[in-house]
């Protein structure tokens, strides 16, 4: 079967590497940009899968799927590779205040147990032993969450280009796909700046791009962007006491993200288009976001600004995320977009759902 896959961005990626391990498949993926460009180059790469809230159906199967592959995924493609990808264990810690429902907490703690996950419910002794950056009033427990991850989304995404090249699939960078056309019955070809290529099975994984190719085919998945802005800054030394504990720390839906060497990532603003679309950087909004994570970790105050950077999310609209199944009168055109805030989470299971969807057919031709 050919294949083609349109989108490089992580979870365009991860279908090509899943894929390239069948080998009756002929795999070529187009973009229009380098790899891990857009929503990707922006992501934090904050997986939170245990901590979520999700506790049943496919919400949490996709979610506990992606957690257990990347432990297989990631020492996987550095041998592979050769390439070193920053792959963060020491967890997740989430602040919570007065307002959060503890009992709830206490509950999920109680599930994932049961579902065979680890989530720890911290007094504040216990949070300032373990972790005395942490330093707010309005804190009043924490829930620490061991196996949850954080990863550079940027150099997964390359990792996964390159070990799916060694497995033979073929990357067309800078391509512009001009549309989709359908010849015959059910063999679509796509239309592109390199002329026409025919494939037995499409897979649209083009974030806010698979509106207008939807569209092509007269069954349009409107996709609309939500803007995140993030910043970097540097510290002469890791924050807290022991900088062989350095996890995730959450609260209020600002993440601070160690990065290694003093370095952290903070973020993400959460902004919506105006109603032109247009989507300006809010200052203000990257303000707060940074004034919230100084207001949880006061050493952070000292810290250095290096960058700031933003990217936009592809969110469905009137439709939960992500958009995983085949495009409605199409049963050779696959969707694996719309991840919203959620694409490198849901990466691996967005590969394994559509891995099976192609196995499918091929097993019917």
């Known amino acids: 079967m050919d294949i083609v896959i349109i989108g490089c961005g992580i979870v365009g990626a991860a279908i090509a590497y899943e894929l390239s391990l069948i080998k009756s498949l002929n795999i070529t993926v187009i973009d229009r940009q380098p790899p891990a460009q857009a929503s990707t180059g922006a992501a934090l790469g904050v997986l939170m899968g245990v901590i979520s809230h999700k506790i049943k159906g496919q919400a949490w199967q996709r979610r506990q799927t992606s957690i257990q592959r990347y432990e297989t995924l990631i020492p996987e493609l550095e041998a592979l590779t050769g390439r070193k990808i920053p792959f963060n264990r020491q967890g997740m810690i989430k602040l919570l205040g007065a307002e959060e429902n503890l009992p709830e907490w206490e509950k999920l703690a109680e599930i994932r147990h049961s579902q065979g996950w680890k ?10 032993t373990f972790c005395p950056q942490v330093n707010h009033p309005q804190v009043t427990a924490a829930v620490y969450s061991p196996q949850d991850r954080q990863l550079n989304p940027r150099a997964l995404t390359l990792a996964l280009v390159e070990a799916s090249q060694y497995n033979g ?18 063999f679509p070809a796509l239309a592109t700046t390199e002329g026409k290529i025919n494939a037995d099975c499409i897979v649209v994984a083009a974030g806010l791009g698979s509106t207008s190719l939807t569209a092509q085919l007269n069954q349009m998945v409107n996709i609309r962007p939500v803007l995140g802005q993030a910043l970097q800054v540097r510290l002469e030394r890791p924050l807290g006491n022991n900088p062989e504990f350095q996890p995730v720390v959450t609260g209020n839906d600002v993440h601070i993200v160690p990065v290694g060497n003093g370095n952290y990532w903070v973020g993400a603003t959460v902004e919506f288009p105006s109603h032109d679309d247009q989507i300006p950087p809010n200052q203000e909004l990257l303000d707060q976001v940074w004034q919230q994570a100084i207001a949880f970790c006061p050493d952070l105050a000292t810290a250095e600004i290096i960058r700031t950077w933003s990217g936009l999310r592809p969110r469905p609209e009137n439709r939960p995320a992500p958009v995983i199944d085949k495009l409605l009168g199409f049963s050779n055109v696959l969707l694996a977009t719309g991840h919203y805030r959620n694409g490198v989470l849901l990466a691996p299971a967005t590969a394994d759902a559509i891995r099976e969807m192609i196995i499918y057919i091929e097993n019917k031709k």
Do not use: C, M, S, Y
């Open 169 to 186: 699939v073929r990357f067309k960078f800078g391509v512009d796909v001009l549309g989709i056309e359908q010849e015959g019955n059910n």
């Open 119 to 128: 989530l720890e419910i911290w007094d504040t002794a216990k949070l300032k």
